[in-house]
């Protein structure tokens, strides 16, 4: 074959203890003085002509093998991921190097001695060496490659990579069939890292704790380690309905209320950094049509067209150790706010938030408000109620201890939705003649006919809850031109003012943490009803 080296391949190659640290000396000491963040780990490494590591098997799909090429005496680099295959004659053209061929091992040895053979870095300027790397390696967001030796793997961002190095990024691979024999690489055969995910795995079954790989951020993605994962009741209805109900099918990780630190940048991600506390707006929407142009990806346009509706639904959510968020905009920051405290305000307190301020305008002095439903988005309900307006709150439940807790939190009354005279009761709060608004939480028969009943003339009535109630309709069913809706989430800007809310002290989610491993326990105490307040998952306690 042309351009085949000369001496040994690397079909022939076994790992060797290193005999010199040399060359990860030399790795190390750059990436510090350039102040990089990397992570290091030992590993033995063997190799194929294909690029494959024969002693660990499967190759992680972060690592990167660097290719070392020659032309009129002159070196060139090319880094590609480690499960690819350069193509050559691309590689020619892109150059304008016809005579580009892969280097020898001899070559190699002799002119890049601190390095084990087969075991070069992708660091182009370190080598003294013209770089390029292949758009697919920095899809991955974290490259992983040889630290200079056969025992050692070097992980670093791939942003880091391109403001290290300053390559041409370029289109060098094929997914061919048969391998460039002789590609010199250096490939870190560190096994992926894996973690804790509680998934649903098929409709109508219960959810798994399951290992799954740890993702890796791609451009734009930001992988966040998850610091609370709020365990909400549409949670639990999602496990009940059948396939076909949802644009979206299992298996995907649970949580769609979450919190954390920033972990990992994808390449490109501007205006984070890592440890970073944020919140995740949890509708994922396309991020371009005139709703998500207004930050309402709650009523993305096309919703169907994703065939998911954020984490947790439909794709991975963060009940897991970590989450990947596909996109910045999706991050609100924290600042001093606890995120294992603060993850509730993505979804209790925004879904609430969004339908009070619809009827802000209605809730004036001497107004009231019903909250059905004095649960995880019903306390916060009430506390929103207590921040935003002067209308008088009066709290439905089944539970006694909601109740309290309702009370605690500013409901003026408290009913108990299983007494007979329930409506009667709720009237008589609003003076006879009943709310301004009506917030059902739940939303089952029972809830929408106790909703219809307490609605005042031009009030509002928002079904908030997914229990799947219908509402009874009919002309002498409630007040005259009592405004029915449904309301899902809210917008992230809204967020932003739930979150200046928090800051301010006006209101505070009331936690109940649970562990990874406990995940399972949180989720029947909330379907028992045994829950005050909300219950949140905190992977990393």
């Known amino acids: ?39 290091l780990t030992e590993h033995p490494v063997a190799y194929t002509a294909a690029g494959e590591a024969r002693a660990a098997g499967s190759v992680p799909a972060d690592a990167a093998k660097t290719v070392m090429l020659r032309a009129d ?43 084990e053979v087969g075991a070069l870095p992708p660091f182009g300027p370190l080598l003294g060496v013209r770089e390029l790397v292949d758009r697919r390696t920095l899809a991955r967001g974290r490259v992983l490659c040889n630290g200079g030796d056969h025992r050692h793997s070097v992980a670093i961002d791939a942003h880091d990579l391109l403001e290290l190095t300053h390559p041409e990024v370029v289109d060098i691979v094929e ?11 250096s490939l870190a055969t560190a096994p992926p890292r894996t973690m804790q995910a509680y998934q649903l795995v098929g409709w109508q079954q219960p959810p798994e704790l399951r290992e799954v790989p740890v993702p890796a951020p791609g451009p ?13 009741h549409s949670d639990l209805h999602l496990t009940e309905w059948p396939a076909g109900q949802l644009p979206f099918d299992p298996p995907f990780t649970l949580g769609h209320e979450n919190a954390g630190w920033v972990e990992r940048l994808g390449a490109g991600v501007t205006g984070l950094r890592e440890g970073d506390a944020v919140l995740v707006y949890g509708p994922w929407g396309c991020g371009r049509c005139a709703a998500c142009r207004r930050s309402s990806e709650n009523y993305c346009e096309r919703a169907a067209e994703i065939g998911a509706m954020g984490g947790g639904l439909g794709r991975d959510g963060g ?30 307190a925004l879904t609430p938030y969004h339908a009070i301020k619809r009827s802000l305008h209605k809730l004036g002095p001497g107004s009231h408000a019903v909250v059905i439903g ?24 089944l539970a006694d201890d909601k109740l309290a807790l309702a009370r605690e939190v500013g409901a003026a009354e408290t009913v108990r939705a299983d007494a ?18 009506v917030l059902d939480l739940v939303g089952s028969d029972a809830t929408l006919r106790l909703a219809a009943a307490c609605g005042r003339s031009e009030g509002d009535l928002a079904l908030v809850g ?29 967020l932003m003012e739930v979150i200046e809310l928090a800051h301010a002290g006006k209101i505070r989610a009331h936690v109940e943490r649970f562990p990874l491993e406990r995940v399972g326990e949180a989720y029947a105490k909330l379907r028992a009803g045994e829950v005050e307040g909300r219950a949140v998952v905190c992977p990393h306690g």
């Open 1 to 39: 074959m042309t351009g085949a080296p000369r001496g040994r391949t690397f079909e022939h190659m076994e790992p060797q203890p290193s005999t010199s640290h040399a060359g990860l000396d030399r790795v190390r000491r750059y990436l510090e003085e350039h102040g990089v963040a990397y992570e």
């Open 73 to 115: 005496g002159a070196y060139r680099m090319a880094v590609v991921p480690a499960s690819e295959h350069v193509d050559l004659h691309k590689l020619r053209e892109q150059t304008g190097e016809p005579s580009l061929r892969l280097a020898s091992e001899q070559e190699l040895a002799h002119d890049f001695g601190d390095f």
């Open 175 to 185: 997914q061919a069939a048969h391998p460039i024999h002789g590609d010199r690489i």
């Open 220 to 232: 734009g993605e930001v992988l966040l380690k998850v610091a609370g994962a709020g365990a909400c």
């Open 319 to 348: 009940m897991a150790e970590y989450l990947l968020v596909p996109a910045a905009r999706l991050l609100l920051a924290l600042g001093e706010l606890d995120p294992r405290e603060a993850a509730p305000l993505t979804d209790a």
């Open 374 to 397: 004095a649960g995880g988005l019903g306390h916060m309900a009430i506390e929103l109620l207590d921040a935003l307006c002067p209308a008088r709150v009066v709290a439905v439940d």
């Open 420 to 437: 007979e005279d329930a409506v009667e009761q709720v009237r008589a709060a609003t003076r006879g003649r009943g709310a301004e608004l």
């Open 466 to 494: 997914l229990a799947g109630g219908t509402y009874p309709l009919s002309f002498f069913a409630q007040a005259y031109e009592l405004s029915v809706a449904t309301t899902y989430w809210g917008s992230a800007i809204e």
